[in-house]
């Protein structure tokens, strides 16, 4: 039996996953907002349990340290899908896999992707990469359909991972200067060797016209992904379709910025303004209850 202050607990936990997200997600919390209520907190509860596994990654210990406190991460998963959650973020978080059906196996498959980038990174080729991607971004993607609520489900999987990567792959591009710095290139080694870049190219920040046109390569995959998961949005639940557009509008004008600036992702981090969030979250939560009282 479920007492008030069960409940009482309950809120307090989707309540701290609610400030993890508003302070860490820059781009999601604005589209997060369209969300109904259930829905929305949900959300925050899958967001701060990836932010969980994150922080431990970017953390100050090393490698073996951090796989370590990732190991102690997946144990707790498994205790709290057992029933016996530990803390705040995983008793909002098993709450809210029980209310959407969403498996152990998906927010596991976070942990391996953080994992991946222990370690400097180098992708041979864009297979290499898009493993990778599926584990740090698709995934996400399977489990926010999961919330969002949908139908088709094959076609449905598939254009959540494609979601997943176009967004990956914009923040690779948006990010080249902070990676670098950090002894990261995720840029398929096979294709800088094909546009005549090196890494070396990529510590002096040189941007010169082979540059540009490695990047307008990039790009192009990404938009292709990115149309790919246009097909998404009929799919989902109508109150739902708000917050996934606005991540597609939000992370499509982030491409188009780069574009606008001659692919210089160097000199100046490429971001939206909170202008330009909240005033595309205002639309898009107006047309998502429209939606809403269409559907009654």
């Given at each position: 039996m479920?007492?008030?202050?069960?409940?009482?607990?309950?809120d307090a936990a989707y309540e701290e996953c609610q400030a993890v997200t508003k302070r860490e997600a820059r781009n999601f919390y604005y589209a997060f907002l369209t969300l109904p209520h259930p829905r929305r907190r949900a959300i925050y509860a899958a967001y701060a349990f990836s932010r969980l596994?994150?922080?431990?990654?970017?953390?100050?210990?090393?490698?073996?340290?951090?796989?370590?406190e990732l190991a102690a991460l997946r144990e707790r998963l498994r205790n709290a899908?057992?029933?016996r959650p530990e803390g705040a973020i995983l008793t909002a978080l098993v709450d809210a896999a029980a209310t959407?059906?969403?498996?152990?196996?998906?927010f596991q498959d976070i942990i391996t992707g953080v994992e991946m980038d222990l370690e400097p990174r180098r992708f041979a080729d864009f297979d290499e990469l898009r493993h990778y991607c599926y584990h740090v971004a698709s995934v996400v993607g399977l489990v926010s359909i999961r919330i969002f609520g949908y139908r088709d489900v094959p076609l449905a999987?598939?254009?959540?991972?494609?979601?997943?990567?176009?967004?990956q792959l914009t923040n690779i591009l948006r990010d080249l200067r902070e990676d670098i710095e950090r002894d990261r290139v995720y840029l398929p080694l096979?294709?800088?060797?094909?546009?005549?870049?090196?890494?070396?190219?990529?510590?002096?920040?040189?941007?010169?016209e082979r540059f540009r046109a490695m990047m307008r390569f990039q790009a192009n995959r990404a938009q292709?992904?990115?149309?790919?998961?246009?097909?998404?949005?009929?799919?989902?639940?109508?109150?739902?379709?708000?917050?996934?557009?606005?991540?597609?509008h939000l992370y499509n004008r982030l491409l188009n910025r780069m574009a606008s600036r001659g692919w210089d992702v160097f000199s100046k981090r490429v971001s939206l303004s909170s202008w330009e969030k909240l005033n595309l979250t205002c639309?898009?939560?107006t047309t998502a209850r429209l939606r809403s009282v269409l559907k009654r």
């Open positions: 479920t007492t008030s202050t069960d409940n009482a607990a309950l596994a994150d922080d431990i990654a970017d953390g100050d210990g090393a490698p073996p340290q951090k796989r370590s899908y057992a029933g959407y059906d969403i498996p152990e196996s998906l999987q598939e254009t959540a991972v494609d979601f997943g990567l176009a967004m096979n294709e800088m060797a094909r546009f005549g870049y090196t890494e070396d190219d990529l510590r002096d920040s040189v941007v010169h292709r992904y990115f149309d790919s998961a246009s097909r998404l949005m009929p799919l989902l639940e109508p109150e739902s379709r708000g917050c996934a557009e606005g991540l597609h639309r898009l939560w």
